[in-house]
T-cell receptor, first 112, second 115 residues
Framework: DQQVKQNSPSLSVQEGRISILNCDYT??????FLWYKKYPAEGPTFLIS?????DKNEDGRFTVFLNKSAKHLSLHIVPSQPGDSAVYFCAASEGGADGLTFGKGTHLIIQP | NAGVMQNPRHLVRRRGQEARLRCSPMKGHSHVYWYRQLPEEGLKFMVY????????ESGMPKERFSAEFPKEGPSILRIQQVVRGDSAAYFCASSPSASGGNTIYFGEGSWLTVV
């Protein structure tokens, strides 16, 4: 049973436009959410996070939105750049608990 | 400040051999996590350790897999009598503590191929 779901295996976006990556979760005890970016043959790199007490967190071109009632979060990248092409993983944790639960990832492809 | 260091980056083993993967956490981090990524899958939690203690091994296969994080030295993920299905990327991550809201930082991964 997947507790963190990324339903789009891939997403293609034109350079300069907004990329929106979505993530749904089922465990209402999750209270901290993170996005990681991963290039082939490399480890995941932390991108941005959000605590459940917030509904938005922004860092440069990256913004994460959290809708707790819908158990949904999204990552917005604007403007999208070629270097953003990677696999993006959504992850979640329970307060004080061990480790993170990951989604299966979304492969973002930025078209020139 | 070095990040999470994993070695070897690539390891090839024949079926039945043992694989040992090492992980040195970031400086100042005392919590280590191991994740596995199978082809076409996301990262799956395997085990969480602090120095000399296994805190949560709920994601570890019941047989052939073990992990340790000794007082001195790196964390080791050991896979005995490897099978083809063990071929995967194994990622180690570390964090300064386990309190909620901590970001964990990943190493570059160790790619195990069983032939």
């Amino acid at each position: 049973d997947q507790q963190v779901k990324q339903n789009s295996p891939s997403l293609s976006v034109q350079e300069g436009r907004i990329s929106i990556l979505n993530c749904d979760y089922t465990n209402s005890m999750f209270d901290y959410f993170l996005w990681y970016k991963k290039y082939p043959a490399e480890g995941p790199t932390f991108l941005i996070s959000i605590s459940s007490i917030k509904d938005k967190n922004e860092d440069g071109r990256f913004t994460v939105f959290l809708n707790k009632s819908a158990k949904h979060l999204s990552l917005h990248i604007v403007p999208s750049q070629p270097g953003d092409s990677a696999v993006y993983f959504c992850a979640a944790s329970e307060g004080g608990a061990d480790g993170l639960t990951f989604g299966k990832g979304t492969h973002l492809i930025i078209q020139p | 400040n070095a990040g999470v260091m994993q070695n070897p980056r690539h390891l090839v083993r024949r079926r039945g051999q043992e694989a040992r993967l090492r992980c040195s956490p970031m400086k100042g981090h005392s919590h280590v996590y191991w994740y596995r990524q199978l082809p076409e899958e996301g990262l799956k939690f395997m085990v969480y350790l602090q120095k000399e203690n296994i805190i949560d091994e709920s994601g570890m296969p019941k047989e052939r897999f073990s992990a340790e994080f000794p007082k001195e030295g790196p964390s080791i993920l050991r896979i005995q009598q490897v099978v083809r299905g063990d071929s995967a990327a194994y990622f180690c991550a570390s964090s300064p503590s386990a309190s909620g809201g901590n970001t964990i930082y990943f190493g570059e991964g160790s790619w195990l191929t069983v032939v």
